[in-house]
Nanobody
Framework: VQVVESGGGAVQAGGSLRLSCAGS????????WAWFREIPGKEREGVAT???????NYADSVRGPFVISQSDTGNLMALQMNSLKPEDTAVYFC???????????????????WGQGTQVTVSS
């Protein structure tokens, strides 16, 4: 199994970016997908999680402006990020956790597969 992110880049505060993730080697059907982000000097944190039933969960800091989605085939996933703030600057990682906990974002310790990460930079 491999997961590969695309998207990211630099944007001014208030702008939008869309991150995409493609999975290969997966069984057909929806999966538990997640996005994490990492700021230098801080722990990797869960941003958004979408389980097979598509009822997504978000970190409090991004709920509202960020929207996670996945294709019905389960091999494509995306994160639409709107109203970006400088504090959203981080390396974002696509991930496949072994479980999607009810009512919360996935935990890094539960991730089976990680993408390589993509830089998002938001300037003020």
């Amino acid at each position: 199994v491999q997961v590969v992110e695309s998207g990211g880049g630099a944007v001014q505060a208030g702008g939008s970016l869309r991150l995409s993730c493609a999975g290969s080697g997966l069984i057909d059907g929806r999966h538990c997908w997640a996005w994490f982000r990492e700021i230098p000097g801080k722990e990797r944190e869960g941003v958004a999680t979408i389980p097979p039933d598509n009822i997504a969960n978000y970190a409090d800091s991004v709920r509202g402006p960020f929207v996670i989605s996945q294709s019905d085939t389960g091999n494509l996933m995306a994160l639409q990020m709107n109203s970006l703030k400088p504090e959203d600057t981080a390396v974002y990682f696509c991930a496949l956790p072994r479980r999607c906990p009810f009512g919360q974002v996935a935990l890094a310790e539960d991730v089976m597969y990680w993408g390589q990460g993509t830089q998002v930079t938001v300037s003020s």
